[in-house]
């Protein structure tokens, strides 16, 4: 199971910072399967947009701490976070 601080570690090694480039962070709660997905996406106008799962989450346990897990991930890394 991943921790919140590998998330946050692997977010950062992920993000360089290429001009003209946006990044997101997206938690994805499915709630028929129970879980929640946490992606790293990136796109450039022109271009098509890049998506790579970072984490996939127990939706039992983590279901309710999606927000504040969402403002700790926006908080270290200041990238914009889409629940």
Known sequence: MTTIDEIILEIEQLFTKKPNTIYEVKLVDQ???GQINI???????GYATTVQQIARLDGEIYREKLPEI???????TGLTVIL
């Open 31 to 33: 709630i028929y399967s």
């Open 39 to 45: 992606y790293f996406q990136y796109y450039k106008i």
């Open 70 to 76: 969402a403002q700790k991930i926006r908080h270290v």
